[in-house]
């Protein structure tokens, strides 16, 4: 059995030696929230969040999916203001980011995943770590991050659909959670699995469908150790909804949204390439480096420029598309002397 | 009580007005979302398509109903399929492509979705132009003859609707049985017309 067992004292018992820290600056906002009389959960979140570069709007605030979480967001480190790890160009409104969604397990439209996933369930959650690692096993997300303090990062995302948004993640990088497990020189690959909640989404249940569930994508290894590679559990330093992944997602920014991989259960650490579902499903349109490129042609979409959203039938924003999704200088180096139109 | 042919006519041209006025209905409230032509893109190509089943259907209704007024009504119904495939193609064009017309050709040449859907359109658009009643007397027999590529063009929005999907083929089930089922019929129909001409003889 690979479930551990749980420590004497839980994670979620321990405060965070930041937060501890931040103590005085924490009565303070307490002092503050009472004197104006409003002391609601969830409120001081929003305080801390002011340091960020994006909060959601206080309306629209997330609870945490269990009480541990909110220590975890306690202290989040804004993001810089300078590139890789931020940019200046103007953040996707939050309304947008979280009602725009492709999640095919939840439906196919757009609104499905935010409409659709009312049932779906983030807590308790396990991921499993697997395959070439000297220690696998199936680990509480909760321990899971808990060596790993949050930060913040202002990403683009290109779909291949031919969409773009700019949106702020909370999470933390996918190299530091690597490292932890310990890799085998055998790990050439990295495999990630999303869930697979047949009562919760409606599309995994959908006749028509032909995705042979559970989503599957893939990284190399050294691409998935690159410092942008980013494992986000929160956006507009709240927590992540159903639809966008929750609780834990991948994010690499360099290449089409579909390899951004949601609400994963499962790293797998392989020897050879694994099958990635788009891939599997229509490889011609689908490769499995999938790096933004508007100089190799996709047979559905044209690649060379993308829909800025959210759109104004009146002021569209259609914005050149840019090699590797303008993060060429951290990401080129990993594809020297490849074809990158072969290796799409 | 009988309605008299012009008020009907004048009825269901109100009808075929009624999705240009939903769609503008949702463009002011932006009820499209955050990529409104995509959304716009995918619902007047519905419309097209919906209506060109619609002009399908009215021929058999009329031999099942023994009613002309459905025939009366056919040219209307196939010109409003014809206005919203020309909105579909013109969305694609400007809010899609942004007027890019260099883009065009290779866009015809590199996705097989598109160069169906235009050469619907191209049929659409021929059987338009020859719709008015002095084109009709003008082309005699051969009037019929063109005007059956309507099935081509039918058949072809199925197929430009089955490529643009990308993995739920609900709506292509859906709206290709229909197509399946009045080609059916007019097979059908065919064959026993044939069959009982040959029993006579």
């Known amino acids: 059995m690979l479930v551990k067992k749980p420590a004497d004292i839980q994670p979620s018992e321990i405060t965070p030696e930041s937060v ?17 009389g409003a002391l609601l959960p969830g409120l001081a979140l929003a305080q801390q969040g002011d340091a960020l570069k994006a909060a959601a709007p206080a309306d629209l605030a ?63 959650w396990s991921v499993e770590i697997a ?132 609400s994963i259960v499962r790293i797998h650490f392989r020897k ?24 190799v042609h996709h047979p559905r979409w044209r690649q060379d420029t993308e829909r800025r959203l959210p759109q104004n039938l009146f002021s569209r924003r259609v914005i050149p598309t840019r ?22 | 009580m009988t309605i008299p042919p012009g008020a009907a006519k004048l009825a269901v041209f109100a009808l075929g007005l009624v999705p240009l006025a939903l769609l503008l209905a949702q463009i002011i409230r932006s009820d499209f979302g955050p990529d409104p032509a995509q959304e ?12 060109l089943l619609a002009t ?24 409003f399929a014809l206005f919203y495939a020309s909105l579909h193609a013109f969305v694609w064009l400007s809010l899609l492509l ?24 191209l049929i659409l658009v021929a059987l338009g132009i020859t719709s008015p009643k002095a084109m009709v007397r003008r082309m005699g027999r051969n009037w019929k003859r063109l005007h059956r590529l309507v099935y081509v063009a039918a058949i072809l929005a199925i197929v430009h609707l089955a490529w643009v999907s990308r993995t739920d083929f609900g709506e292509t089930v859906f709206h290709g049985s229909i197509l399946a089922l009045l080609l059916g019929y007019r097979l059908w129909r065919r064959f026993a017309r044939t069959a009982g001409q040959a029993a006579r003889r």
């Not at chain 1, 931020?86 to 492709?102: G, K």
């Open chain 2, 98 to 121: 942004g007027f890019r017309w260099h883009a065009i050709g290779e866009e015809l040449l590199e996705r097989p979705y598109v160069t169906v859907g235009f050469a619907s359109l």
């Open chain 2, 40 to 51: 716009l893109a995918g619902s007047t190509g519905e419309w097209s398509l919906r209506l």
């Open chain 1, 272 to 295: 050879t390439q694994p099958n990635t579902s788009w891939n599997d499903l229509q490889a011609n349109e689908y490769g499995f480096y999938a790096n933004v490129n508007p100089e």
């Open chain 1, 323 to 344: 090699l590797f999704n303008g993060y060429g200088e951290q990401v080129a180096h990993l594809y020297q002397g490849m074809d990158l139109a072969r290796h799409y």
């Open chain 1, 62 to 124: 997330r609870t945490p999916p269990a009480p541990w979480w909110e220590g975890k967001f306690a202290a989040i480190e804004p993001a810089p203001s300078s590139e890789p790890f931020f940019t200046s160009e103007a953040l996707t409104p939050y309304r947008d980011v979280i009602r725009y969604n492709n999640f095919y397990e939840f439906g196919m439209n757009k609104s499905d995943p935010s409409n659709r996933s009312g049932d779906f369930r983030v807590d308790p």
């Open chain 1, 131 to 262: 395959g070439e690692v000297a220690r696998p096993g199936r680990y509480h997300l909760e321990d899971i991050l808990k060596p790993h303090a949050l930060e913040e990062r202002v990403y683009r995302l290109r779909c291949v659909e031919a969409w773009s948004m700019v949106i702020p993640w909370i999470g933390f990088p996918l190299a530091d959670l690597i490292k932890r497990f310990e890799p085998t020189g055998n790990a050439r690959y990295v495999e990630f699995e999303t869930v697979v909640q047949r009562d919760s989404m409606p599309g995994v249940r959908s006749p028509f469908s032909i995705i042979d569930w559970p989503y599957r994508e893939g990284l190399r290894i050294d691409e998935a150790m690159n410092e942008l590679s980013f494992l986000a559990v929160g956006l507009y330093g709240s927590y992540l909804p159903a639809q966008n992944g929750a609780p834990i997602r991948l994010v690499v920014p360099w290449k089409y949204g579909f390899k951004s991989i949601k």
């Open chain 1, 20 to 36: 501890y820290r931040r103590r005085r600056e924490f009565l303070r906002t307490g002092a503050t929230l009472l004197g104006g």
């Open chain 2, 56 to 79: 399908l259907c009215l021929t058999p209704l009329r031999q099942l109903t023994g009613k002309v007024f459905f025939v009366r009504i056919r040219r209307m119904v196939g010109l």
